[in-house]
């Protein structure tokens, strides 16, 4: 049996894949837990979901710090506080610094609402249909020092529809990440995931 897995979840909204990653470590599909829940934003429902749930629920105010790295510090701080060994961005809508992935080498992981490396970066739904695809999705990755180019762990396709809006596509999009998600977690805690290279090998 491998170590546990103390699962950090970083969140800035409606943290509706924390949910989904809550609720099948309530079902026992993952066998871990999320010892702690921290936004950059007081009002994030994200925050409210973790109490509910009875797990740690924690605001840092990025505005009280110098800068990037500063924050990372104590984010850093935070999460080893709470002895997490994996961190999930579940819709943290902050760039992080190599202070923070030096201090969890491949252990960061992220959802994207696009098939990586299309549509990188904030309105990937709005750059799908501005671009015209017939098929867009979602990607899990390792986070590594660029914007949406880590390892992809797992992805999964949505067709784009001819009468879709933003909100129509973003919703299709988000019941895959909310099975993908979970799934990339539970692979993750079961020690089947190894990167070699910009290979993530799945056993
Ligand atoms: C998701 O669309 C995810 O792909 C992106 O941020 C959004 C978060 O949604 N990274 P939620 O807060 O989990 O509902």
Request: charged share 20%; with cysteine; hydrophobic share 45%.
């Amino acid at each position: 049996m491998a170590n546990a897995v103390n699962i950090g979840v970083l969140v800035s909204g409606n943290g509706s894949n924390l949910q989904a990653i809550i609720d099948r470590i309530e079902d026992g599909t993952i066998p871990a837990r999320i010892t702690c829940v921290i936004s950059n934003n007081a009002g994030a429902y994200g925050l409210q979901r973790a109490e509910k749930h009875g797990i740690p629920a924690v605001h840092m105010d990025h505005r009280i710090f110098s800068g990037r790295e500063s924050y990372d510090t104590a984010m850093v701080e935070a999460l080893k506080q709470y002895d997490v060994n994996l961190v999930v961005l579940a819709g943290f809508m902050r760039i992080i610094t190599p202070v923070f992935l030096d201090a969890f080498p491949l252990a960061v992981m992220n959802i994207h609402p696009a098939l990586l490396p299309s549509f990188p970066g904030i309105h990937a739904q709005r750059q799908a249909l501005d671009y015209g695809v017939k098929f867009t999705g979602c990607t899990t990755h390792f986070v590594d020092a660029g914007t949406d180019t880590g390892p992809i762990i797992m992805q999964s396709v949505v067709p784009v529809l001819p009468d879709d809006t933003e909100e129509s596509l973003s919703a299709r999009i988000q019941i895959e990440e909310h099975r993908v998600f979970p799934e990339s977690v539970r692979l993750f805690v079961e020690g089947r995931l190894t990167v070699d290279g910009r290979r993530v090998i799945v056993s």
